[in-house]
């Protein structure tokens, strides 16, 4: 089956630019989850839903950082004003169950992410 | 207050055990060790998980100590294929705490 799928792969943006980034998660999975990772680093939580409710953004760094997952599936995240600063890579991840210690249901899988690059 | 902290590279020769450790002293009781891996340009890939038990599945064998403050992941034959970084994570909240990882060098 298809794995989740993220898209651009790549995205270059002029500082001040607005992006948006798409994520397809494993069908019927309910939870979703972004990630950023700057060069060298690990992945750093930034946002959760679970189907279309966005029960934790606690990770997105400013109110320039905008998701969203209306229909309870492919979720966008946005950029406003872009800064250099955002440059990183951005992933997604879905997980089959709901966020909390009930072992196998709350394996994430990964997309590729989406590398973005700032000017 | 690292809630992972794990060496910053290993090498291994290929064909023996790789051993990886990890110390997550502060896991609360119903917390699981989560371990995935990261090859260049990949998004992150999931290998194995544990609570109490030492887990094994066909990619790689988890050993958590009894007081849970930590453990370490096995690949009993590393290939070249297994140069990565490699993540031990728990959950915090909703989410997963990576932290920096072990880059592991599998040399010929």
């Known amino acids: 089956g298809a794995g989740v799928s993220q898209s651009p792969r790549y995205k270059v943006a002029k500082r001040g630019q607005d992006v948006a980034l798409r994520c397809d998660p494993i069908s019927g999975h309910v939870s979703l989850f972004w990630y950023q990772q700057a060069l060298g680093q690990g992945p750093e939580f930034l946002t959760y839903?679970?189907?279309?409710?966005?029960?934790?953004k606690s990770g997105l760094p400013s109110d320039r950082f905008f998701a969203e997952r209306p229909e309870g599936s492919v979720s966008t995240l946005k950029i406003q004003r872009t800064q250099q600063e955002d440059s990183a890579v951005y992933l997604c991840?879905?997980?089959?169950?709901?966020?909390?210690?009930?072992?196998?249901?709350?394996?994430?899988?990964f997309g590729a992410g989406t590398r973005l690059s700032v000017l | 207050d690292a809630k992972t902290t794990q060496p910053t590279s290993m090498d291994c020769a290929e064909g023996r055990a790789a051993n990886l450790p990890c110390n997550h002293s502060?896991?609360?009781?119903?917390?699981?060790v989560y371990w995935y891996r990261q090859i260049h340009s990949q998004g992150p890939q999931y290998i194995i998980h544990g609570l109490k038990n030492n887990e094994t599945n066909e990619m790689a064998s988890l050993i958590i100590t009894e007081d849970r403050k930590s453990s370490t992941l096995i690949l009993p034959h590393a290939t070249l294929r297994d140069t990565a970084v490699y993540y031990c994570?728990?959950?915090?909240?909703?989410?997963?705490?990576f932290g920096t990882g072990t880059s592991l060098t599998v040399i010929p």
């Open positions: 839903f679970q189907n279309e409710a966005q029960l934790d």
């Open positions: 502060t896991i609360s009781g119903n917390e699981y």
């Open positions: 991840a879905s997980s089959p169950g709901l966020a909390g210690p009930l072992g196998a249901k709350n394996i994430q899988y």
């Open positions: 994570i728990v959950r915090f909240g909703n989410q997963f705490y």
